[in-house]
């Protein structure tokens, strides 16, 4: 019997049967759709091995809260049996002295491991690293490795990755797969199996983007932590995929134009959900007003030729859409690091052409669109309405092509100064299209319809 269980009515105990037997992953699933109470009361009744399983789970919501309302005892023994890099990942979210407390009930070793990792930066390599890997001399034998293996298997995150370290300085010398072992002499000395040449590793600041990158690029199931040459512990892929889920969530947050969630969407309080939203909106209303001011400017203009505010939206609506277009692209170039800093001219030589093309086929569809009304009389623009369609067709080159342009750049200029690219939303990008478009309109219209209708 659990001994840390409460007594729970016979209703949670039959759940509580169901979530020991389930696969952990639907475990999981249900326990995010209970409240916490329930959660809890759940928690407490399954077998403490499942219970470890369940912790282990980085989809598991609110895990921190949930480990906190745990009883001391049995919170410090679920931190001890954990993954080292998933109690690291709980014990980082909880406040004090929740924090203190629970550290202070863990064997002094394990202690000491975790405030190590909790002390680099959050996102670094260091911070989503585990210390339970494989590591043997370089003075062992294959038969030796895979008997050592056989033994530590259920306390290591991954086997398939065995590093070779120096018995004496610990310095990080080779890796090799388990295949290679399976297939080797017992015999043969562990340095003979292993690929002859230093394993890719990382630094403990390197940022988890460049982990994906090594990841992805070496095609590593881990990926080894090292610094000055020791070896500190190895970052593995499910924790890299966890931890690019995470930033592309933030990113795609920001980039609709609002700050990024830290819960899920059904889980988030009303209050907190208009807090996240709302600055965003103001800030873009704020310069949408400036859409006003431009518009204000030209109130003459549009006295005299009314028919030119038909085409506003149009004419906003595609410098936005050209501009945001841009803007996805660079900002995801920049994330794959297939571009830097260094090549935003190349990327304004490529956008300035593609803009002036885009375009182009944008301003023939308005005119076409001009004429064909025109001429099959779904409406009439008026005896000048053949000018009306060049101040439309030019009016388009101009502000996609600004619009392509200004998109491009504007990420480049955010990462210059310190700021997210993702920054670069596509609402904010297309606030500062509508304004300048706008001036781009009305400036081809005078130029075009000066002594006719202007």
Not at 166 to 173: G, I, K
Not at 407 to 425: C, E, Q, T, V, Y
Request: hydrophobic residues 50%; charged residues 20%; proline residues 5%.
């Amino acid at each position: 019997m659990n001994e840390f269980a409460p007594v729970l009515d016979d209703e949670a105990v039959a759940v509580a049967r169901v979530l020991a037997n389930d696969h952990v992953a639907d475990v999981v699933e249900a326990l995010n759709h209970e409240s916490r109470e329930t959660a809890i009361e759940l928690l407490c009744a399954v077998p403490f091995e499942r219970l470890v399983d369940i912790f282990d789970q980085p989809e598991l919501e609110a895990a921190p809260e949930l480990a906190e309302a745990l009883p001391r005892p049995k919170a410090s023994k679920l931190l001890t049996a954990m993954s080292v890099d998933r109690a690291a990942d709980i014990l980082r979210e909880l406040d004090e002295p929740a924090r203190s407390e629970l550290l202070g009930a863990l064997a002094p070793p394990l202690r000491a491991t975790l405030l190590s990792i909790l002390g680099y930066p959050e996102g670094s390599a260091a911070s989503i690293m585990t210390t339970e890997f494989v590591s043997v001399p370089s003075d062992w034998t294959v038969g030796r490795t895979l008997d050592h293996i056989r033994k530590v298997e259920r306390s290591r995150e991954t086997i398939y990755a065995i590093y070779i370290v120096d018995p004496e300085t610990h310095l990080l010398l080779r890796a090799t797969g388990l295949r290679r072992l399976i297939t080797g002499n017992p015999e043969d000395s562990i340095l003979s199996v292993a690929p002859d040449r230093m394993p890719v590793a990382v630094t403990p600041l390197t940022d988890r983007e460049t982990l994906a990158q090594t990841i992805s690029k070496y095609d590593l199931l881990a990926l080894p932590v090292v610094d000055h040459g020791k070896l500190l512990g190895i970052v593995t892929i499910d924790d890299i995929i966890d931890t690019m889920i995470e930033e592309t969530t933030e990113d795609v947050h920001r980039f609709g134009g609002m700050e990024a969630l830290d819960e899920p969407y059904m889980k988030m309080s009303f209050l907190a959900m208009i807090q996240k939203r709302a600055g965003w909106l103001c800030a873009l209303f704020l310069s949408e007003m400036l859409t006003a001011n431009a518009m204000q400017s030209y109130e003459g203009e549009l006295e005299k030729a009314i028919v030119l505010t038909l085409f506003i939206p149009l004419i906003m609506s595609s410098g936005g859409n050209s501009g945001s277009q841009a803007t996805s692209l660079v900002i995801r170039a920049l994330a794959l690091r297939e571009i830097g800093l260094r090549d935003w001219w190349r990327v304004a030589l490529r956008e300035l052409p593609t803009g002036l093309v885009l375009g182009s086929i944008l301003g023939t569809v308005g005119i076409c669109r001009i004429a064909l009304w025109q001429y099959f009389g779904f409406y009439d623009y008026g005896p000048h309405w053949m000018l009306i369609a060049a101040t439309v067709g030019a009016a388009l080159v101009g502000i996609v092509t600004f619009g392509s342009l200004s998109g491009s750049m504007l990420p480049f200029a955010l990462k210059r100064i310190g700021f997210d690219p993702a920054s670069a939303s596509a609402p904010f990008v297309a606030t500062l299209v509508d304004v300048t478009g706008l001036v781009i309109y009305f400036s081809v219209a005078l130029m075009i319809l000066r002594g006719t209708l202007l």
